[in-house]
């Protein structure tokens, strides 16, 4: 059973800064991790999707890795803007299922 | 191309008594999954739809029902409705080639009292 989990909770981070986002998975037969990004009260957007044939997947000012040996995805965000300001949550498939196992998400504030 | 959408927006209920979430996936995709997303938490699978049939389930009661009809578009039933029902509902479509790039609606949020 895939258990997903995402450190920090919580990050403030000042205009410009590069930043990492964490995302550790139990599973490691893994076969891909999507990051989603979502504003307070809405809906989910899907920023990147990893296979486990790849090792990064770009989009932008957005680098997500997954490292399936160690159980880890990151998320790299470069020259961070106020308009970053969101949860982001990765997300993964559970082992046998097409179903998604959710982090609970790290909230990113980026101050002007 | 409209992606997925999801009606009503918001919807305050009353405890014990039922609801319908509905979900119209995006062009050109056939499998419907519903996840609930408490304040603060991760999304939870609730159930997916393919070929009009519930699929898969995730560990919920019974009140969670479902449908999906022919043009793919999907309803969530909740009945009973408690307290802790409260939550933001999303809908998620995807491809039965590519099920597990799924795709999300703006969600229903539902408020119980």
């Known amino acids: 059973k895939q258990e997903v989990t995402q450190i920090p909770a919580a990050l403030s981070v000042p205009e410009g800064e590069n930043l990492v986002l964490n995302c550790s998975f139990t599973?490691?037969?893994?076969?891909?991790l999507q990051w989603f990004r979502q504003d307070p009260g809405k809906g989910l957007t899907s920023l990147l999707l990893?296979?486990?044939?790849?090792r990064e997947q770009t989009s932008g000012r957005l680098n997500a890795s997954l490292d399936k040996s160690s159980g880890r995805s990151t998320l790299y965000i470069a020259a961070s803007q106020p308009g970053d300001s969101a949860t982001y949550l990765c997300?993964?498939?559970?082992?046998?299922?097409?179903?998604?196992?959710f982090g609970t998400g790290t909230r990113l504030l980026v101050s002007p | 191309d409209a992606g997925v959408t999801q009606s009503p927006t918001h919807l305050i209920k009353t405890r014990g008594q039922q609801v319908t979430l509905r979900c119209s996936p995006k062009?050109?995709?056939?499998?419907v999954s519903w996840y609930q997303q408490a304040l603060g938490q991760g999304p939870q699978f609730i159930f997916q739809?393919?070929?009009?049939?519930?699929?898969q389930r995730g560990n919920f009661p019974d009140r969670f029902s479902g449908h999906q009809f022919p043009n793919y578009s999907s309803e969530l039933n909740v009945n009973a409705l408690l307290l802790g029902d409260s939550a933001l509902y999303l809908c998620?479509?995807?491809?039965?080639?590519?099920?597990?790039?799924?795709?999300f609606g703006p969600g229903t949020r539902l408020t119980v009292t």
């Open positions: 739809y393919y070929e009009e049939e519930e699929r």
């Open positions: 062009s050109g995709h056939d499998t």
């Open positions: 998620a479509s995807s491809s039965s080639l590519r099920s597990y790039e799924q795709y």
């Open positions: 997300a993964g498939p559970d082992t046998g299922f097409q179903k998604l196992v």
């Open positions: 990893i296979q486990s044939s790849q």
């Open positions: 599973d490691s037969a893994i076969y891909n």
